[in-house]
């Protein structure tokens, strides 16, 4: 036996005492289709392992001499079993084309890894290729799958089909540790962390078909931020080094105390078709009402040209955030859209951050309905330059900021803020700003002066029990064909409809037919109408004296 098996070994016989699997850093010699089987009912660790009927109980298996772990061997656990696990993979790597499987076999449950240690069920150290799937993860005290990098790049690795749950998910008095792996992050997978160990990026990774629940976080995804790894520091000394092609795809998060995913220092990342429901569960306030922390349900960090869409995201309940559109810190030409949001804390609240507005991001396409627990701001901190944010459906929303924002372009929404909510602005920061607001549509409200010609009307949506459609445009309705035409190369609308008119507001076809429930301006009462705009000019007016006796 040479040398690295013997090593090797050795390692794996202190699983039995120290419940970690070590599998060793090893060089990738040969591939190796082998396929190791391990059935918590039926085996036994004096078998081959390498058929069904040979397979070993549990781990310690691994521990026989001839054990070959390398590029295309697979690791396959018995549907309904149990099987502790506590493992480290450091610089094991397979190939493209034959990656190093762990999964599961067998008819039933799925394999359920788990560990009662403050640890990861599974930590990858410098691993490239490998495929985790079909799986369930659960640590009481732990954490899922942390990734990261400390002496070479990671490539390749995908997740499928893992159920995440069963790991801390109480209500806390701050924001999770998240630089030092999923355990102390309460998180289902962690990517490097903030700050991050070193400049090597995780690039290529994949998760789908995933479920995270009874859990405080779901996926945190960081890259490197700059030398010095101080991700708090002056822009002069940004240097980010981005994971790119990252792709989260069909996840459902749920019932947890946290957010559900960062894309933190990523390029090219996509985030779509995910739920994100009853996430950021803590409040966050504490016996005096004072803001504690701050948890929103999907957000960017420091990304670039990276987009989150298809999603719907409901139900936070964070009163400093509980967002469902967040820029945070240096995010640039990033993208939200395709957005249902609905139930949450407010739809909006980007946050700029230093002295640098960030720049020529997107929101398009997105309904927010009942967003209302606290106000919306298209932004905030030092600002957004370029944003375009275009052919949204807000509806019932609270007080809606319009500020801090130059060279921008806002058209084609409908918001229809809650009775005695108000669009605010800053007529001062305004003039200077070089914005564009035009073919927008507001009703409960008065128009903002910066938009005073665009339409003050109802929108004439179709109603009816379904939730989602209920905000298509009837036929007839003065919002369709009415918009601003934005060439942007999209196709379908947030229902899935062909987008044939220029409309205000987040349906692009040409009406759909009235129901029973459908509402126009021609049974509004124009009574309470008024009296509603007597409200809204009265707050504004308290609003911009109050602003005035700060700035005094």
């Given at each position: 036996?040479?040398?690295?098996?013997?090593?090797?070994?050795?390692?794996?016989?202190?699983?039995?005492?120290?419940?970690?699997?070590?599998?060793?850093?090893?060089?990738?010699?040969?591939?190796?289709?082998?396929?190791?089987?391990?059935?918590?009912?039926?085996?036994?660790?004096?078998?081959?392992?390498?058929?069904?009927?040979?397979?070993?109980?549990?781990?310690?298996?691994?521990?026989?001499?001839?054990?070959?772990?390398?590029?295309?061997?697979?690791?396959?656990?018995?549907?309904?079993?149990?099987?502790?696990?506590?493992?480290?993979?450091?610089?094991?790597?397979?190939?493209?084309?034959?990656?190093?499987?762990?999964?599961?076999?067998?008819?039933?449950?799925?394999?359920?890894?788990?560990?009662?240690?403050?640890?990861?069920?599974?930590?990858?150290?410098?691993?490239?290729?490998?495929?985790?799937s079909?799986?369930?993860?659960?640590?009481?005290?732990?954490?899922?799958?942390?990734?990261?990098?400390?002496?070479?790049?990671?490539v390749?690795?995908?997740i499928?089909?893992?159920?995440?749950?069963?790991?801390p998910?109480?209500?806390?008095?701050?924001?999770?540790?998240?630089?030092?792996?999923?355990?102390?992050?309460?998180?289902?997978?962690?990517?490097?962390?903030?700050?991050?160990?070193?400049?090597?990026?995780?690039n290529?990774?994949?998760?789908?078909?995933?479920?995270?629940?009874?859990?405080?976080?779901g996926?945190?995804?960081?890259?490197?931020w700059?030398?010095?790894?101080?991700?708090w520091?002056?822009?002069?000394?940004?240097?980010?080094v981005?994971?790119?092609?990252?792709?989260?795809?069909?996840?459902?998060?749920?019932?947890?105390?946290?957010?559900a995913?960062?894309?933190?220092?990523?390029?090219?990342?996509?985030?779509t078709?995910?739920?994100?429901?009853?996430?950021?569960?803590?409040?966050?306030?504490?016996?005096?009402?004072e803001?504690?922390?701050?948890?929103?349900?999907?957000?960017?960090?420091?990304?670039?040209?990276?987009?989150i869409?298809?999603?719907?995201?409901?139900?936070?309940?964070?009163?400093?955030?509980?967002?469902?559109?967040?820029?945070?810190?240096?995010?640039?030409?990033?993208?939200?859209q395709?957005?249902?949001?609905?139930?949450?804390?407010?739809?909006?609240?980007?946050?700029?951050?230093?002295?640098t507005?960030?720049?020529?991001?997107?929101?398009?396409?997105?309904?927010?309905?009942?967003?209302?627990?606290?106000r919306?701001?298209?932004?905030?901190?030092?600002g957004?330059?370029?944003?375009?944010?275009?052919?949204n459906?807000?509806?019932?929303?609270?007080?809606?900021?319009?500020?801090?924002?130059?060279?921008?372009?806002?058209?084609?929404?409908?918001?229809?803020?809650?009775?005695?909510?108000?669009?605010?602005?800053?007529?001062?920061?305004?003039?200077?700003?070089?914005?564009?607001?035009?073919?927008?549509?507001?009703?409960?409200?008065?128009n903002?002066?910066?938009?005073?010609?665009?339409?003050?009307?109802?929108?004439n949506?179709?109603?009816?029990?379904?939730?989602?459609?209920?905000y298509?445009?009837?036929?007839?309705?003065?919002?369709?064909?009415?918009?601003?035409?934005?060439?942007?190369?999209?196709?379908?609308?947030?229902?899935?409809?062909e987008?044939?008119?220029?409309?205000?507001?987040?349906?692009?076809?040409?009406?759909?037919?009235?129901t029973?429930?459908?509402?126009?301006?021609?049974?509004?009462?124009?009574?309470?109408?008024?009296?509603?705009?007597?409200?809204?000019?009265?707050?504004?007016?308290?609003?911009?004296?109050?602003?005035?006796?700060?700035?005094?």
């Amino acid at each position: 036996m040479n040398t690295v098996k013997k090593a090797l070994c050795i390692l794996l016989s202190a699983l039995l005492v120290i419940t970690v699997l070590p599998f060793a850093v090893i060089e990738v010699t040969a591939l190796s289709d082998i396929t190791y089987y391990l059935d918590a009912e039926n085996g036994d660790n004096s078998n081959s392992g390498t058929s069904p009927d040979e397979a070993w109980k549990d781990l310690g298996g691994f521990a026989n001499e001839g054990v070959i772990l390398d590029a295309g061997v697979s690791v396959l656990f018995r549907c309904g079993g149990t099987y502790d696990f506590n493992v480290t993979l450091e610089g094991l790597c397979g190939t493209e084309e034959h990656p190093f499987v762990i999964s599961s076999y067998g008819e039933g449950q799925r394999p359920v890894l788990t560990t009662e240690a403050y640890d990861e069920v599974l930590t990858l150290i410098d691993c490239s290729y490998i495929t985790i799937s079909d799986l369930e993860m659960v640590a009481p005290n732990g954490g899922g799958i942390w990734i990261d990098t400390i002496n070479k790049e990671s490539v390749g690795i995908t997740i499928d089909n893992v159920y995440f749950h069963g790991m801390p998910n109480g209500t806390v008095n701050n924001r999770d540790d998240q630089s030092n792996g999923a355990a102390p992050a309460r998180a289902a997978v962690m990517v490097k962390g903030l700050p991050a160990h070193s400049r090597y990026a995780v690039n290529d990774l994949t998760i789908t078909n995933c479920e995270v629940y009874d859990c405080a976080n779901g996926f945190m995804i960081w890259g490197s931020w700059n030398d010095e790894q101080n991700p708090w520091c002056t822009p002069d000394k940004i240097d980010p080094v981005y994971n790119t092609g990252l792709l989260i795809s069909d996840c459902y998060f749920h019932d947890m105390d946290a957010e559900a995913v960062i894309i933190g220092i990523c390029d090219g990342a996509l985030v779509t078709n995910c739920r994100a429901i009853d996430t950021c569960q803590g409040v966050g306030l504490d016996e005096n009402g004072e803001i504690q922390y701050f948890t929103a349900a999907m957000w960017f960090w420091g990304s670039v040209n990276s987009t989150i869409q298809y999603c719907e995201i409901a139900g936070q309940k964070n009163y400093g955030d509980g967002m469902a559109v967040d820029f945070d810190s240096h995010t640039h030409n990033c993208t939200y859209q395709y957005i249902y949001s609905h139930d949450n804390m407010r739809f909006m609240c980007n946050n700029a951050k230093d002295d640098t507005p960030q720049q020529n991001n997107t929101v398009r396409y997105c309904l927010s309905v009942n967003d209302n627990g606290g106000r919306s701001a298209i932004a905030s901190g030092n600002g957004e330059n370029g944003l375009n944010f275009y052919n949204n459906t807000i509806i019932n929303c609270a007080d809606f900021h319009m500020r801090h924002l130059t060279n921008s372009f806002v058209a084609n929404n409908i918001i229809i803020p809650e009775d005695g909510c108000i669009i605010l602005y800053n007529l001062t920061e305004e003039l200077s700003a070089n914005n564009t607001y035009e073919n927008n549509c507001y009703y409960n409200t008065i128009n903002p002066v910066v938009d005073a010609l665009s339409k003050n009307i109802l929108p004439n949506f179709a109603g009816g029990t379904d939730a989602l459609t209920a905000y298509e445009l009837v036929e007839g309705s003065s919002l369709i064909g009415a918009g601003t035409k934005v060439e942007d190369g999209l196709t379908l609308d947030i229902f899935g409809n062909e987008i044939t008119s220029s409309n205000i507001g987040c349906y692009g076809g040409t009406g759909v037919a009235a129901t029973e429930n459908s509402v126009d301006s021609e049974n509004e009462n124009i009574f309470i109408r008024l009296a509603k705009f007597v409200e809204c000019v009265f707050k504004i007016l308290v609003q911009e004296i109050k602003e005035l006796i700060e700035d005094i």
